[in-house]
């Protein structure tokens, strides 16, 4: 059986893979996609060398990146979606009934048909009604827009090439002025373990765009250091509270993981002033 090794450009070590079959592997105009079988996560979604999710643990991420915003914010009806062209973000965001528009901004329509295709539990949401795709720079598509937006999620790949123009300090800034009064912003941010100095990093460069600023963690297995984490920015409400009662399906996220989820204040104190010890 061959194995796939993958080339995570910022991982101190390597991880491995066995691969059954390689069900697609093609170039788009963007990037390397590949699919290949796994006798133990499925199937297994590869960009650029990089992991992005896997059938059997998918729902770790896709939950917790999607749960901990739309459950902070009291009647989110209008979400914005960067990236994730897997879908997954999007099935997330449609559990919740407040929801009547989804804009799924994805570069990459590649990715999109690729997953429609071998990943149809995951990109199960794409054709819903209140779901409008637009494949163009999730940067390009916020500049200019004005307060009437709830959430903006961006789900993208690892922070090199077209991704890095998601993590500027101009584009946490249309982020922020997109945004209505309550609205809230959640984006992932590398390895707590691995990546730490880069975790920092985009705390900080939001906090030049967001009143509010908080990190959170959750454990994925598949992605470098396994101890994930995410970045919230918010116009004014703590993204650390629940505001909405009503329970949505989920198999990891729940109200007391939302609240255990963040660090505690004097450990993030720690880290943002660089005395966290490791």
Avoid at 91 to 114: G, P
């Amino acid at each position: 059986m061959i194995k796939f090794i993958e080339k995570d450009p910022y991982a101190p070590i390597q991880y491995s893979y066995e691969v059954s079959r390689i069900l697609y592997h093609k170039k788009s105009k963007f990037q390397d996609i590949m699919v290949f079988a796994n006798p133990f996560f499925g199937k297994v979604l590869v960009l650029d060398g990089v992991v992005q999710i896997t059938e059997r643990d998918e729902f770790f991420y896709h939950e917790m990146l999607v749960h901990i915003v739309l459950n902070s914010h009291p009647n989110p009806k209008k979400v914005v979606v960067i990236g994730g062209g897997d879908g997954g973000t999007v099935r997330e965001v449609l559990k919740h009934k407040s929801v009547e528009k989804v804009f799924f901004i994805e570069i990459d329509e590649d990715v999109i048909n690729v997953s429609k295709k071998f990943f149809p539990s995951v990109a199960s949401g794409i054709r819903d009604k209140r779901v409008e795709i637009k494949c163009m720079d999730g940067a390009e598509f916020v500049k200019g827009r004005r307060s009437d937006i709830d959430a903006v999620i961006v789900d993208s790949t690892d922070i090199v090439g077209f991704a890095k123009s998601l993590f500027t300090r101009n584009f946490f800034r249309a982020i922020n002025q997109c945004l209505a009064e309550e609205g809230m912003f959640v984006t992932l941010s590398e390895s707590l373990h691995f990546h730490k100095d880069m975790v920092v990093e985009v705390q900080k460069t939001m906090k030049s765009s967001f009143p509010v600023v908080d990190l959170y963690t959750a454990p994925i297995a598949t992605y470098a250091g396994n101890w994930w984490s995410f970045s919230v920015g918010s116009k004014q409400l703590d993204p650390r509270e629940i505001r909405r009662t009503g329970r949505i399906r989920t198999k990891y996220y729940s109200p007391e993981i939302h609240r255990s989820a963040f660090l505690p204040k004097d450990m993030y104190e720690r880290l943002l002033s660089g005395k966290l010890g490791w």
